[in-house]
């Protein structure tokens, strides 16, 4: 924390993004919003939906097999935005509802985005409050990591993030509704290649993340963690949670220790 005259203290953010653990307060003050970001956005976000789309497809299947009507489907896809811990919460579902044990399950599966929100505060931090929490609302790991690859650029146009997220979102509606009235006429078989294409849209989207050497030992934890959490605590959804941590945690000291 840094004191100037007759000003307030202002919060120095540490930039854990790049590779040189750089601060990027001073870069907040020329963050923009522009027509042209969210455009560029936008036209990035094109073929994440093409990964994005059978894991949604999927998604509307099972909620259809699980006795959800077509609006009930829509307002979860719509409201909750989080596929995984949607077929989390799914897997859980019976009839009368298990309402708590499925809020549960999702929140679990959905404290990730506790860690990665903050990852935007650079960008984000300087918004208005309306479009600030309009772009979180839609945050999904597809966006987050091509906004975070920008931003180790150096890119400066936070409306890049929203303009990822809005096609993204839509993209997810039209996929899961898809998915929903085409479940009547399929009978896919539990290893069908579709339910592969979930797995196989989050497994790309390490590539850009990827920083060299240093992101060995947080990866290898968090993977480490996960395995050994889900083989620990089996059918729970804190697998996730522990790797993440476990590999933020991991991240942050091998960063301090080089800085």
Not at 20 to 33: A, L
């Amino acid at each position: 924390m840094t004191l100037t005259r007759n000003r307030i203290p202002r919060l120095e953010i540490p930039a854990l993004l790049n590779g040189r653990g750089e601060c990027h307060q001073r870069n907040m003050e020329t963050i923009s919003f522009t027509g042209a970001g969210f455009l560029l956005g936008a036209k990035r976000s094109l073929p994440l939906i093409a990964g994005l789309s059978p894991f949604g497809f999927v998604v509307g299947l099972i909620t259809q097999h699980h006795g959800l009507s077509l609006l009930q489907c829509m307002a979860m896809n719509g409201l909750v935005y989080a596929g995984a811990s949607q077929l989390v919460a799914l897997a859980n579902w019976s009839h009368p509802a298990p309402i708590l044990a499925a809020a549960f399950a999702a929140l679990v599966v959905n404290m990730r985005f506790a860690l990665m929100g903050p990852v935007l505060a650079p960008w984000l931090a300087g918004l208005k409050p309306l479009t600030r929490f309009a772009s979180l609302a839609i945050l999904v790991d597809h966006s987050w990591a091509i906004s975070v690859t920008d931003m180790r650029r150096g890119g400066r146009d936070a409306a890049l993030f929203l303009g990822l997220g809005v096609p993204l979102w839509f993209g997810w509606m039209l996929a899961t509704t898809a998915g929903y009235l085409s479940a009547s006429s399929l009978d896919l078989a539990p290893h069908n290649p579709l339910f592969f294409g979930a797995l196989a849209a989050f497994v790309a989207l390490l590539v850009p993340l990827w920083r060299g050497r240093t992101d060995i030992l947080p990866w290898a934890v968090a993977g480490l963690v996960s395995v050994s959490i889900a083989h620990l605590l089996p059918h729970t959804s804190w697998y996730i949670v522990a790797g993440a941590v476990s590999g933020c945690i991991t991240g942050a000291l091998t960063e301090s220790r080089q800085a």
